[in-house]
């Protein structure tokens, strides 16, 4: 996804400008284990680590980080407790709630899923209830929100039916989700790809995010904080709202 990979970049930009270097370790590989990765950054005195966003599923990874810098991308990490650099999920669920209500739209449906929901905090919808409160809007569509990504695709063609939502956010931004929102229908996304995306929506700036976890872990090394904290140091930064063309509002479509 372009967003994962903005924000290699954005880290390998970093490192760049600060005099580091980043090499790519990868859990998935089949015969790398976390005990195999351990020996060979003590072997070769590697004393930072960025951990990058879990997968589906997944809050928790078993590493050793004794004497490391460590710093994760995004929230789905919970355990072990690190420093966390990510967006700021309940400020952009607020931003694209008031985005479509100033467009002109009054049934503002919202898809996500529990998984996704729980691995970030329940940021997303926690902003997305208070913002529908904050504007008085009443008589809405029920949030879509099955247990996994996979059950989105199935149950957004019937949820689209019975609740009649007249723009639909997306917390997912898969293609073939987005194809199932149809052009009479608003659709906006909680993380477009760009600040000139066509899809109207929040963009999270992957790039930035990247940049600033290695400067993050770059300031740990010259201070010697090689320990995780006791509990959960999170950096949010706003997102930026795309204006896009899929959510001009109701009476323009």
Known sequence: LA???????????GADALGFAVENFDLKSPGLTSSCIRRTLRARNIRGIIVAPLPQGETAIDF?????AAVALGLSLHTPVMERVANDHFNS??????????LGYRRIGFVNTR????????????????AIQQHRLTDQPAPLCPDWLEDVARAIPEWLAAERPDVVILAHTEKELQKLIPP???KVLLGVDSLEDATTGIYQNAFELGRIALEHIVQKLYINSFSLPSQAHDHLFEGIWVRGTTALGPKRR
């Not at 967003?3 to 930009?13: C, E, L, T, V």
């Open 64 to 68: 050793d980080f004794t004497d490391l």
């Open 184 to 186: 009479s229908i608003g």
């Open 115 to 130: 998984d996704a929901s729980f691995r970030f905090g329940h940021r997303w919808a926690a902003g997305f209830a208070l």
């Open 93 to 102: 669920a607020v931003r694209a709630v008031s985005e479509c209500v100033a």
């Open 3 to 13: 967003f994962y990979r903005d924000q290699m970049a954005g880290i390998a930009a």
